[in-house]
């Protein structure tokens, strides 16, 4: 199957599943009803990993429908470094913004999720990790389903990722646990291949502050997180690797796959009434151009003979399932929508890593913001990229980062219930940067700064994901609610006590010159440090859990551990939207674990 940035549709020639795939310019060229044994709504992080899977079996046949553009030809998805440049405010982005948030300020700002092939694989930030055992235990014992649990999810690992070597070679002797990793997966996951001015002072830091050591490995399972470590990135090669260079790319030549790409999905189908009491099946999709590519673009109809999977993520998932009448009759009926299926769930339960930049101002020009207002210095690195894929655009951002947690015995814990899985998992990250990252914020003209970024792992405030309106191609109301809770602020707060210590150690004594900006630089008694808080921190954009995962018996939730959709035939959802709290790490790693075991469930249950 060929993909092009100028694809408008990727279909079948003669509209027969099993012929190969061929590139039509627009939805009238597309007649008739689509039949496929699968559906898949959304080919993202997850929803390319089961396109992937299912179609290792020659006789299945799988539509694929995204959104998005391709990504091919797209350099922004493809340098690591130009990771910050895919969103927000681009043709691969949806473009949303949260609602004005009370918990800051009412202020509104941008809510970045890939809108390309690949999702937010192809547009975040590289970051790779799995999750902590907790993390998963938790989720086995929610769900009542031990499959969900580490001891069985790490087999994932081995199919999933291809760890390789860095791009410049060096010995990583020391630098990662290859026991935890596997070598013959999908995903490329390599470690930092181009050095930092910064990088060996963070080191220096984990000998010099025994609060926070050296951690070899940080990608987690059942080896300890906490600690500073070496960023692990999804790359290889110095290139992006995302599930639409890996796990699409390898399936390309199946016949019985096709991926559309610019096939806006608006609605999911109720085909009748399903085989259990009480259910309703929904085995059919409507779906048209997505806007601004074809003037008056017809409506199709496709059908699935056994399931659709809805991957959409977890603005778009909630969004579609409240659309196709399945949510809250109360919120559905204020915007016109018959329900067909009672759940007050769908779109509850939206749960966010925030991110705060604390930034600082440096001595000499050692940080990449010279490099980066250099056209000439940007050009060359550009050109060494496009060479040879080696040099600073070749890596990802960042090259180290750390995970701490609230001492046990810290007073917000007297009122509060520790919201981590267990002692093992974070409560915040720490992001070491050796340049200005502030989004939405332009670098200034002059000075070299690091940013000491401070992401709350496991957050308590909970948010929502609602209907603007009956048209599909309305934005949702997006209210994550940050910072409603104490325990969030409390949290972050000592995150930001805990950087000012870091970068005050000896090994930052010649370098770090002080705060930047005077809301940081004034931040100093708890009631300061909040309110500088509140009026700077946003998202890193890992939203989870509006389409919530419970056991199988229980009235609340969403989906069930096989990720069903509760109340539903035909219908299951497989992204991150099911998970029923956010992991304790970056949420790529998890989401592509997920999608893996997803897969098996689903051949099991079709006997595939």
């Not at 004005?100 to 547009?123: C, D, E, V, W």
């Amino acid at each position: 199957m060929q993909l092009s940035a100028l694809t408008v549709f990727l279909a079948i020639a003669s509209l027969v599943p099993s012929s190969l795939a061929v590139t039509v310019s627009s939805a009238a060229q597309v007649k008739g009803s689509l039949t496929y044994d699968y559906i898949i709504v959304g080919g993202g992080n997850a929803g390319l990993v089961v396109a992937s899977r299912l179609t290792e079996d020659p006789s299945v046949s799988v539509l694929v429908l995204e959104a998005g553009v391709s990504d091919e030809g797209v350099l922004t998805a493809q340098v690591p470094f130009f990771g910050p440049m895919v969103t927000p405010n681009t043709p691969y982005d949806w473009n949303y913004t949260v609602v004005p948030q009370k918990g800051m300020n009412g202020r509104t700002f941008a809510y970045p999720r890939g809108h390309i092939l690949g999702g937010s694989s192809s547009a975040n930030y590289l970051i790779h990790q799995y999750g902590t055992d907790e993390d998963w235990n938790r989720l086995a014992s929610v769900s009542g389903d031990n499959g969900w649990s580490w001891s069985n999810m790490k087999q994932y690992v081995q199919k999933h990722e291809k760890f390789v070597p860095p791009i410049d070679g060096h010995n990583t002797t020391g630098q990662f646990i290859p026991s935890l990793h596997g070598f013959h997966g999908e995903v490329s996951v390599t470690l930092p291949g181009f050095n930092q001015t910064i990088d060996p002072r963070v080191l220096e830091v984990t000998k010099q502050l025994p609060q926070f050591p050296f951690n070899e490995d940080t990608s987690a399972g059942d080896h300890d997180i906490l600690g500073i470590g070496f960023v692990q990135s999804s790359g290889g090669g110095g290139v992006r690797s995302s599930s639409s260079t890996t796990y699409l790319a390898n399936a390309n030549k199946r016949s019985g796959l096709t991926v559309v790409v610019n096939a806006y999905v608006t609605k999911l189908v109720s085909t009748g009434n399903g085989r259990s009491p009480g259910t309703k099946a929904f085995r059919a999709v409507q779906f048209t151009s997505s806007p601004g590519t074809v003037p008056g673009a017809t409506t199709l109809t496709a059908t699935a003979r056994k399931e659709v999977i809805v991957s959409a993520g977890s603005v778009g998932t909630a969004q579609l399932l409240q659309l196709s009448g399945i949510g809250n009759s109360a919120d559905l009926k204020k915007v016109g929508i018959n329900t067909i299926i009672q759940n007050s769930d769908v779109g509850e339960n939206l749960s966010d890593h925030t991110l705060l930049p604390n930034l600082f101002t440096v001595r000499g020009n050692q940080s990449f913001d010279s490099v980066l207002r250099s056209t000439d210095l940007v050009t060359d690195a550009l050109n060494q990229w496009m060479q040879n894929k080696t040099g600073m655009f070749a890596n990802n951002v960042l090259n180290n980062y750390g995970f701490a947690r609230l001492p046990s015995n810290s007073d917000i814990f007297k009122t509060t219930r520790d919201p981590a899985p267990g002692p093992k998992s974070p409560h915040w990250e720490m992001i070491f940067s050796n340049l200005y990252f502030n989004p939405g914020v332009p670098r200034p003209d002059t000075g070299s700064f690091m940013t000491m970024i401070v992401v709350l792992l496991t957050p308590t405030s909970r948010g929502t994901i609602k209907l603007k309106s009956n048209n599909p191609f309305d934005k949702p109301l997006i209210d994550p609610q940050y910072l409603t809770t104490q325990f969030d602020v409390v949290a972050i707060r000592e995150g930001v006590k805990a950087v000012k210590n870091i970068l005050a150690a000896p090994a930052f004594a010649d370098y770090v010159e002080g705060p930047f900006g005077s809301a940081f630089a004034s931040a100093k008694t708890d009631a300061q440090i909040e309110s500088y808080v509140r009026g700077l921190t946003s998202t890193i954009f890992h939203p989870v859990g509006t389409a919530s995962m419970s056991s199988q018996f229980s009235k609340s939730g969403v989906v069930n551990p096989d990720l069903t959709v509760k109340g539903t035939e035909g219908l299951r959802v497989v992204d991150a939207s099911v998970f029923p709290f956010i992991p304790s790490t970056h949420t790529q790693g998890p989401v592509y674990l997920l999608a893996e075991r997803a897969s098996d469930i689903i051949k099991q249950a079709d006997h595939i």
